[in-house]
């Protein structure tokens, strides 16, 4: 049965691999803890290329705002959805065993003109969920007070740590 009450995801997380997924769960706890519905799925370029175009042309049908995706390797995923939709795409390369994420890096943000992609640092799903609650929050005053909120606790640890450090100085 499914739950009707769940509320339709704004922000949709694919990766090529579920074993990207613990790299972008950083992605999923930020928005998770913003308050902001998301989904995950496994999307490959590669292997499931019909997913993958029926995917892109669908999410902003299904009230998705924003995509995450992540991929190693290769990493055309970002990219190819990218260019199937006309949603901000922000990639997220994930670090692999070779090249510690560089090719990935370089996959991602080296796209031709007229497909933006917004590219994270290797392995950066936090701050890919980070922003897109900034997009999203652009046009939702609640989810930018949550933001609001997010950086205020940000600037108390620092803060905290600041303290801490000062008081083994002495």
Same mark, same amino acid.
């Given at each position: 049965?499914?739950?009707?009450?769940?509320?339709?995801?704004?922000?949709?997380?694919?990766?090529?691999?579920?074993?990207?997924?613990?790299?972008?769960?950083?992605?999923?706890?930020?928005?998770?803890?913003?308050?902001?519905?998301?989904? =995950?799925?496994?999307?490959?370029?590669?292997?499931?290329?019909?997913?993958?175009?029926?995917?892109?042309?669908?999410?902003?049908?299904?009230?998705?705002?924003?995509?995450?995706?992540?991929?190693?390797?290769?990493?055309?995923?970002?990219?190819?959805?990218?260019?199937?939709?006309?949603?901000?795409?922000?990639?997220?390369?994930?670090?692999?065993?070779?090249?510690?994420?560089?090719?990935?890096?370089?996959?991602?943000?080296?796209? @031709?003109?007229?497909?933006?992609?917004?590219?994270?640092?290797?392995?950066?799903?936090?701050? =890919?969920?980070?922003?897109?609650?900034?997009?999203?929050?652009?046009?939702? @005053?609640?989810?930018s007070a949550r933001l609001a909120e997010y950086a205020e606790?940000?600037?108390?640890?620092?803060?905290?740590?600041?303290?801490?450090?000062?008081?083994?100085?002495?």
């Amino acid at each position: 049965m499914t739950d009707t009450t769940a509320p339709a995801p704004l922000v949709s997380i694919v990766m090529g691999s579920d074993s990207d997924w613990p790299t972008m769960r950083a992605a999923a706890d930020i928005l998770t803890e913003l308050g902001i519905a998301f989904e =995950a799925d496994v999307v490959s370029a590669h292997r499931t290329p019909d997913k993958m175009v029926r995917y892109a042309r669908a999410a902003a049908g299904r009230g998705v705002r924003v995509v995450i995706a992540g991929a190693g390797g290769a990493a055309h995923l970002p990219g190819m959805v990218a260019s199937l939709t006309t949603l901000p795409v922000i990639g997220v390369p994930v670090q692999l065993a070779r090249l510690d994420g560089l090719d990935s890096l370089l996959s991602i943000v080296q796209m @031709p003109a007229g497909i933006p992609v917004a590219t994270m640092a290797i392995n950066g799903a936090a701050n =890919a969920g980070l922003l897109a609650a900034r997009i999203i929050g652009s046009g939702d @005053p609640a989810v930018s007070a949550r933001l609001a909120e997010y950086a205020e606790g940000l600037e108390q640890v620092v803060e905290q740590k600041a303290a801490a450090l000062r008081a083994q100085l002495q």
